[in-house]
């Protein structure tokens, strides 16, 4: 067993702590704030292990700090570019979650569309009994044009399963991508004016800050359909709100929000909006794989040198870095 000291600040899944408590010397505080530093650990701690955000002020109170495993693939709670000038590895979770990420995304996508947990709340009402059966949908995924707003790990396995429900897909991403024959169209705009059905799956980075806004949301037009599951950061929210509200567009299905876990009160009561609490890759098994590789990255960079899955910002060997 070595004892490197890893630190973990807040909370994480409980199979990060048991399998960290079984490799590593651990210590823990309740939350990533420079004020419950203290010098024993500014001196002492070599990694973190870390579900949410760390400011550049706490990873820089740390003289011995190496490696950074972040438990999601979206790593925008940390600044990588910044853990990379100081020589730290900062690590996510890729591909172990992609499948149950697209599996949400269509779910989210025919509850959007078909009201389905409107459908439910009727029956379960009584209302079926009642007053007859539930009205028909206007929307339907029949005949639909989707674009994907990224086309990477996550918005690939969604765009295999759409082509299982024989509709067209498009996608935008900076640069076309040559291992698929979906049409590429080389702004957001031009997407958002050749679809009806738009789904982000892109990062949150300085690029991506409300780029759904007004504009985007009037080109998918009055039978256009948002799904968010990449960041909610990406979408003008006041915008999409209006847009619901007006018929700019017919729908919207969100698994993620601007200020989580605040929802605006505006969204919860749109009925043409379908709402869930960030649960995309939440199932027992996912989330497990997900704490597998936080500590298998903190295991292989302390005993084999090099992390598992380091994101692009770092890409560091322990050999290179000068305090190791
Ligand atoms: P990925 O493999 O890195 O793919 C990101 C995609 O976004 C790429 O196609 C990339 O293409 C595109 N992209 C990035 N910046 C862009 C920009 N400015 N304009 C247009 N396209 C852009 O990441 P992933 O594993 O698929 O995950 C994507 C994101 O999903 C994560 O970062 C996370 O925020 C989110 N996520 C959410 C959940 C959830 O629970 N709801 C779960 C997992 C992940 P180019 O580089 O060519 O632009
Ligand atoms: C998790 C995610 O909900 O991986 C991501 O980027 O957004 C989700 O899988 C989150 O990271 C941990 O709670």
Redesign the pocket.
Known sequence: MTQHRILVPGSIHPHVEERLNAAFDVVRITKADPVLMTDDLARSVQGIAVSGSLTTDFVEAFASLEIIANF?????GIDARHAGEKNIVVT?T??V??E??AD??IGLLLNTVRQYPQAQAYLRAGRWEKDGAFPLTPLSLRGRTVG??????????IAKRLEGFSVSIA???????EDVTYTYYDS?EALAEAVDTLIA?????D??HK?INADILARLGSNGVLI????GWTVDEDALVDALKTGVIAAAGL??FYDEPHVPQALIDLPNATL?P?????SQDTRRAMANLVVDNLINWFEKGEALTPVPETPLKRSQIPTA
């Open positions: 999601g693939v979206g790593y925008d996510n890729p591909d979650l992609d149950e990420v949400t995304t994907m707003y990224g086309l990477g790990r996550i918005g690939q396995a996608y935008h991403t900076r640069k076309p991508r957001l799956i892109v990062p949150k980075t690029w991506t780029t968010n599951v990449g960041r698994d993620v869930l960030h649960v995309a890759s939440a």
